[in-house]
């Protein structure tokens, strides 16, 4: 189930329920089948910043992957109230295009207004600090400003909902800074960002954490 009427009156922005997911090895006979996920229950409210935590493997990234629908669940729901914005963990962008191309690209694709996708483009770069690099192509930016880019996709359309898997890999500290600031903004405008992190020290900034435990998402 994808829509929103399950979520009216509630809320919240999106919803999982028991989610499962197994990994079957058909590459190698004989190997049980590998369960990342096994009933997972979340729920993302308007305006609330939740991190994901877990160990390498837990399913992280295969859980949030379904909850945008990059992947189907084996069994259970995901039932989603807005526009969500995904930034995955390894940027998905095409060699070839400029900065400024992609996000005309994606502008497109979300069916915003030119002269909405040109402001918010504008907002971006100079939020993240990498405007001199609209011309450039992606297969000629810098680790770190290829995560910007990634970053700014995600963030272009204005999601009710922000999901992001690890955003700040290559992040210098100012930059880092400047992500959470953005973050923070999210959140006074009532969005929700749900966040994919392994640093100890990230945990005041948000409302709370769920952990990915034995394939069910539990309180750290």
């Known amino acids: 189930m994808t829509g929103a009427d399950g979520l009216h009156g509630t809320g919240a922005v999106l919803v999982a329920t028991g989610l499962t997911k197994t990994y079957r090895h058909s590459f190698r006979p004989g190997r049980r089948p590998a369960p990342v996920l096994r009933g997972v229950d979340l729920e993302l409210a308007a305006g609330e910043v939740v991190g994901l935590v877990g160990e390498n493997g837990s399913g992280k990234s295969t859980?949030?992957?379904?909850?945008?629908?990059?992947?189907?669940?084996?069994?259970?729901?995901?039932?989603?109230?807005?526009?969500?914005?995904?930034?995955?963990?390894?940027?998905?962008?095409?060699?070839?295009?400029?900065?400024?191309?992609?996000?005309?690209?994606?502008?497109?694709?979300?069916?915003?207004?030119?002269?909405?996708?040109?402001?918010?483009?504008?907002?971006?770069?100079t939020a993240l600090g990498f405007g001199r690099y609209a011309a450039t192509r992606a297969d000629r930016l810098s680790g770190g400003t290829l995560s910007k880019l990634n970053l700014a996709l995600a963030l272009l359309a204005d999601p009710d909902a922000l999901l992001l898997d690890e955003p700040y890999a290559g992040f210098d500290f100012d930059t880092y800074l400047k992500f959470w600031q953005l973050v923070a903004e999210r959140r006074q405008a009532n969005r929700a960002v749900l966040i994919i992190s392994h640093f100890v020290t990230d945990a005041e900034r948000f409302d709370r954490i769920v952990e990915l435990r034995d394939g069910q998402a539990v309180p750290p």
């Open 63 to 125: 859980l949030m992957k379904i909850l945008v629908g990059e992947l189907a669940a084996d069994a259970g729901t995901v039932i989603r109230g807005g526009r969500l914005g995904y930034c995955p963990q390894q940027p998905v962008v095409y060699e070839r295009l400029t900065c400024d191309e992609h996000f005309e690209l994606f502008g497109h694709a979300y069916g915003m207004p030119t002269q909405s996708e040109r402001a918010s483009r504008a907002a971006l770069y």
